[in-house]
């Protein structure tokens, strides 16, 4: 079992609706959690950040953590073609910066017009 | 301008030709990591450092090595390079701070190991 899981995609949502993306995570432990989106031949940009279970909202993007059930999740409500990228999850033991940090290996989403 | 930068940006190499990719960021960031990014397999950590003389091991850090002399510099050492360390890599330096821990890349190395 992979230690952090998303759906590989390609994930297609009309222009304008809600995207969902979704993201496992087997460490318990794991105390800190990240959404990085990466366009293609780019170097991955961070999205969000979130540690505390709930919702974190900013701007469009909200990420959900819920600790019990080891998942994160980022949604992006009135999607735009420029939100066509891949969307990375990430997933750190610690509070720390001084710890491992271990990527799923990525949603592809597709805006389409 | 606040940035993480690599070079080179593109490697074509022969197995067992030693080789090192520079980086260098200017944010005086304590915290710095390599990674590669292979196609389906995502980004995974080879070594990162949590300040100078003092670097861990990642997931993958078997046939590579690093140093930090420097707080801005964490060079990537493949002393014996070989075809399985053909990838795209990147390097990244961490900010922390306000509840907040962001991840700068630079802009990646592209090896090709013959």
């Known amino acids: 079992q992979k230690e952090v899981e998303q759906n590989s995609g390609p994930l297609s949502v009309p222009e304008g609706a809600i995207a969902s993306l979704n993201c496992t995570y087997s460490d318990r432990g794991s105390q800190s959690f990240f959404w990085y989106r990466q366009y293609s031949g780019k170097s991955p940009e961070l999205i969000m950040f979130i540690y505390s279970n709930g919702d974190k909202e900013d701007g469009r993007f909200t990420a959900q953590l819920n600790k019990a059930s080891q998942y994160v999740s980022l949604l992006i409500r009135d999607s735009q073609p420029s939100d066509s990228a891949t969307y990375l999850c990430a997933v750190k033991a610690g509070y720390s910066s001084a710890s491992k940090i271990i990527f799923g290996s990525g949603t592809r989403l597709s805006i389409r017009p | 301008e606040a940035q993480v930068t690599q070079n080179p940006r593109y490697l074509i190499t022969v197995t067992g030709k030693k080789l090192t990719v520079t980086c260098s960021q200017n944010?005086?960031?304590?915290?710095m990591s390599w990674y590669r990014q292979d196609p389906g397999l995502g980004l995974r950590q080879i070594y990162y450092s949590m300040n100078v003389e003092v670097t861990d091991k990642g997931d993958v850090p078997e046939g590579y090595k690093v140093s930090r002399k420097e707080k801005r510099n964490f060079p990537l050492i493949l002393e014996s390079p070989s075809p399985n360390q053909t990838s795209l890599y990147f390097c990244a330096s961490t900010e922390t701070g306000r509840g907040q821990e962001t991840q700068y890349f630079g802009p990646g190395t592209r090896l090709l190991v013959l």
């Open positions: 944010m005086n960031h304590e915290y």
